[in-house]
């Protein structure tokens, strides 16, 4: 069964910046090259959004809302990809969860979550 295990989160003042990391485990180099992975993110009461994902050759999409301030990136040697998340603001606060998807209809696997509080 694969494994997303995510870490980087916690609490940041308004303005300041944090870098979210997500590694897979238990999938060989080629399987994870096929998938396109991403962030998500959810506040109670909301929906889960995308915020940002990135496949095989490096093409990133991102969310009106992450666009200029947040940055993703993949290191597909390590089965590992990054958030860097710049300019944080008071609405960037929520549960972000790492994710992997080989399709465009559902994603396959996800992380169990990881908080991020912005206090201004």
């Known amino acids: 069964q694969v494994q997303l295990v995510e870490s980087g989160g916690g609490l940041v003042q308004a303005g300041g910046s944090l870098r979210l990391s997500c590694t897979a485990s238990r999938m060989i180099t080629s399987v994870f090259n096929s998938y396109v992975v991403g962030w998500y993110r959810q506040v109670p009461g909301k929906q889960r959004e995308l915020v940002a994902n990135?496949?095989?050759?490096?093409?990133?999409s991102y969310a009106d809302s992450a666009k200029g301030r947040f940055a993703i990136s993949r290191d597909n040697s390590k089965k590992k990809w990054l958030l860097q998340m710049n300019s944080l603001k008071d609405e960037d606060t929520a549960v972000y969860y790492c994710s992997m998807a080989q399709g465009t209809d559902k994603v396959d696997h996800w992380g169990k979550g990881i908080p991020v509080t912005v206090s201004s």
């Open positions: 990135i496949a095989l050759g490096g093409h990133a």
